[in-house]
């Protein structure tokens, strides 16, 4: 069984028996991120020249990994980027995660450390089945991680509106916030969030 095979997020929710709740779990710290030029100007003549939403293998090739390399930058001393990077923990949660951050492995660059966030396309605009493919694959994090109060994290998105997760122990909450490409420093902002949290939570104590 792989990620892709979970269509929904009670799918997920009943066979691992986790409770959900929709709530604003982040706020956009002020004042957002402002894409640097250089960004701006490569994804200005991908979205002039390019149809970038002609196909998913576009989309995230033009829009979403983009965007994604961005935010990462200043965190890549201390964590690594992964793209359709085999994660397994058992027989049912297993596949290639579309992207996902985990912390830097003290083996070298070719290990996955822990993973923290995971970042799902959602295929065809849907995004129930990007949750519930998710979802699963947040499940796997956090067993992976052998730590459920270690919080894990999930975006959803088309290239145009972004969603967020979090899941804690044994309940899931989905951000009621969605983010857009309309607003770049709005949607920057809402994703470097989301690594602060994560390298907040990660911090060993």
């Known amino acids: 069984m792989a990620f892709s095979d979970f269509k929904t997020i009670p799918e997920v929710q009943e066979r691992f028996r986790i409770t959900y709740t929709e709530n604003d779990f982040f706020a956009v710290e002020e004042p957002t991120i402002v894409p640097s030029g250089q960004f701006m100007q490569e994804f200005e003549f991908c979205r002039r020249h390019i149809d970038v939403f002609a196909s998913e293998a576009a989309r995230c090739e033009a829009i979403i990994f983009p965007i994604l390399k961005e935010i990462y930058k200043p965190y890549v001393d201390d964590y690594a980027l992964w793209i359709k990077k085999t994660l397994t923990y058992d027989e049912i949660l297993s596949g290639a995660p579309d992207y996902f ?20 396309e959602a295929k065809k605009n849907d995004f129930e089945q990007g949750w519930g493919q998710c979802f699963a694959e947040l499940v796997a994090a956090q067993k992976i991680n052998d730590n459920t109060e270690l919080p894990v994290y999930g975006i959803v998105t ?42 907040t939570s990660s911090i060993p104590r």
């Open 101 to 120: 951050i985990s912390t830097r492995s003290e083996l070298g660059m070719l290990i996955v450390g822990t993973p923290l966030i995971l970042l799902v």
């Open 158 to 199: 088309d290239g145009t509106l972004w969603q967020f997760g979090q899941l804690v122990g044994d309940g899931f909450t989905r951000n009621r916030t969605n983010f857009s490409l309309d607003n770049l420093p709005i949607l920057f902002g809402a994703v470097d969030s989301i690594f602060k949290a994560a390298k």
